[in-house]
């Protein structure tokens, strides 16, 4: 095969440049090779290799923009649930205050119903204390009227005036109760 | 022990299909062979890369997007907006430069874009289009990219001549620079390596360990850097195409 080889001067000479005859082979199926090539890249294999970039940024792009969203989102939902919980608190509060006061006033109107109760057992068991009392003074003037009739017969042998008894007890009652 | 040292065997092209065609010599040469491999090495991934598209990519396509990106991030940053309808142009040429360069690197394997007659083609397209497009958007006004803006008027002439010449010599320097970068490459790359033969015949003993424990690294060395030569002639072929579209879309500087 090296036999055939285009330029005679295998020893001497420049092949690089001595091969002149071959150049139209060698530009020939430069030309048409490099045509296939061309067409084939321009026509088929770069549009393809460039949309499977193209389609792969958009779809990142894409992603991103929509993850963009659901951050705007879930932040979004984060406040208003910082909102709600800021209301519920609110409501919360309001509630209890409400409670606190009805039974705050609950425990005081209980307080003064039983107050006035406690009064009104107080009042009728002074009330009976006094009639006792008054019952108790009336029978003592009867028992000291008789024991004082009794004491002045025996002393004397008559028997007093009913009514001048009366008047003496009731004279020395009247001294001691002032006395009391 | 035949080893073949000669530097400049690699570049040969020899004729593995001899085809004539209108009194033209066609035929498909092992410089044919090596381009289209590399045409359908790039063809065949991205099909296969890009046959079952997922929003999350699996490993070949990911490597073939961000070989993509790549190349639309270049005319993206040279051309803004206006560039987009070049991306396939310049991803056509940025592939097939780097993936011929890189294919060069394996032994004995052919370096399609070591030669004139490849580089030249491609710089030459490049510049024509250029013009056809600068003319067509911009009609006489093509012109100004020989005319920068604020220059005094007695000194325009001596700087539009030298704008002139700056414009052709375009191609010449866009198809010398991969040129002559993959030649000396790979010529240095086969002095360096047929050094090491020669030493181990030349001084028995001594010989065989100079060339492995001196000169073998150092061809280590240059294959990485060839590596790196190969992709980066790539990407300057890819960027000076977008700087000289920028000419054509927006004539004066």
């Known amino acids: 095969m090296e036999h055939e080889t285009a330029s ?51 779809a990142i ?30 409501r919360g509060r309001e509630t209890a205050a409400r409670a606190k006061a009805e039974s705050d006033a609950r425990v005081a109107a209980e307080t003064s119903r039983a107050d006035a109760a406690l009064e009104a057992r107080l009042t009728s068991a002074e009330r009976r204390i006094a ?11 009867g028992i000291a009227e008789e024991a004082t009739a009794a004491m002045v017969e025996r002393l004397s042998g008559t028997a007093p005036a009913p009514a001048a008894v009366r008047q003496s007890v009731a004279r020395v009652l009247a001294a001691s109760s002032t006395e009391n | 022990m035949m080893v073949s040292t000669d530097p400049m065997h690699q570049f040969q092209i020899s004729r593995l299909l001899p085809i004539e065609a209108g009194g033209y010599d066609l035929s498909f040469t092992n410089s044919a062979l090596f381009i289209a491999i ?13 046959s079952n598209l997922q929003t999350i990519p699996g490993r070949a396509q990911s490597l073939a997007e961000i070989w993509y990106k790549f190349v639309a991030g270049i005319v993206h940053d040279v051309n803004h907006d206006d560039g987009k309808p070049f991306i396939p ?48 958007k911009n009609g006489f006004k093509f012109l100004k990219i020989f005319t920068p803006s604020g220059v ?51 001084l028995p003993v001594i010989g065989v360990f100079m060339g492995g424990l001196l000169v073998l690294p150092l061809v280590v060395g240059i294959t990485a850097l060839e590596f790196l030569v190969a992709f980066l002639q790539a990407y300057v072929f890819a960027i000076l195409t977008c700087v000289y579209l920028n000419d054509a879309l927006h004539p004066g500087h």
Not at chain 1, 17 to 31: E, R
Not at chain 2, 39 to 49: D, K, N
């Open chain 1, 8 to 58: 005679h001067a295998s020893g001497g000479g420049f092949p690089p440049f001595d091969q002149i005859d071959t150049f139209p082979a060698q530009i020939f199926w430069l030309v048409v090779l490099l045509g296939i090539l061309y067409f084939a890249l321009s026509s088929v294999l770069l549009p393809k290799l460039s949309k499977a970039i193209d389609d792969r940024d958009d």
């Open chain 1, 61 to 90: 792009a894409a992603n991103v923009s929509e993850a963009a969203a659901a951050s705007g989102r879930a932040d979004a939902a984060v406040k208003e649930l910082e909102a709600r919980v800021a209301e519920a608190k609110a």
């Open chain 1, 131 to 141: 009639d006792l009392r008054t019952a108790a003074m009336t029978n003592v003037s």
């Open chain 2, 89 to 136: 142009l310049v991803f056509t040429l940025f592939s097939f430069i780097l993936i011929a360069n890189l294919l060069g690197m394996f032994p004995y394997f052919f370096t399609a874009t070591s030669h004139v007659a490849v580089t030249f083609t491609m710089a030459l397209f490049t510049i024509g289009l250029v013009v056809v497009i600068g003319v067509w």
């Open chain 2, 152 to 202: 005094p008027l007695y000194i325009l002439w001596f700087v539009v001549i030298i704008e002139i010449f700056s414009f052709l010599s375009r191609p010449l320097s866009l198809g010398m620079r991969l040129f002559a970068n993959m030649l000396a490459g790979h010529v240095a790359l086969k002095i360096f390596a047929g050094f090491i033969p020669t030493l181990a015949i030349g």
């Open chain 2, 38 to 50: 590399a045409v359908f090495g790039i063809i065949g991934f991205l099909a296969f890369a890009t």
